[in-house]
């Protein structure tokens, strides 16, 4: 039996590579300005982090049952903020290829200059990524 299967031309799998591409820049831009936003109430730091992880392992030493599991996940989420902390954005470097894929990938998916906006991206990225209140 012949396979009916035809192979990708060149430019469909350019096309396929370009999308991939803008997608990750876009997703890569949209969670750097997730992390890099300001959280609401005091500001904790590193230092503030680790004091507070050696809390809960010397209260760990005494806690049983529910409060040693509650221990244990806010330790366990306190090292993964902690590793966020501590972890660098470079927003600078993620913000110039969103502002190179933005366009294409807005046309291609249908995402709205007002949808942008409302993720939080300025107005000044968008304006250099070509799309405008029109788009």
């Known amino acids: 039996m012949a396979s009916d299967k035809t192979k990708m031309s060149t430019e ?13 820049a876009v997703r890569e831009y949209l969670e750097a300005l997730e992390a890099t936003k300001p959280k609401r109430g005091r500001k904790r730091t590193p230092e503030s982090v680790k004091k507070r992880l050696d809390a809960i392992g010397i209260a760990l030493a005494d806690a049983s049952g529910v409060k040693r599991v509650q221990l244990l996940q806010e330790r366990r ?18 913000e110039r290829a969103f502002v190179k894929a933005a366009k294409s990938y807005s046309e291609s998916k249908g995402i709205a200059y007002a949808t942008w906006r409302e993720a939080g991206v300025s107005t000044e990225v968008l304006q250099r990524a070509g799309l405008t209140r029109g788009s």
């Open 77 to 94: 989420d306190l090292s993964a903020e902690l590793e966020g902390l501590n972890a660098k954005v470079d927003i600078a470097g993620v």
């Open 12 to 24: 469909h799998k350019a096309a396929l590579a370009e999308g991939r591409a803008n997608g990750r």
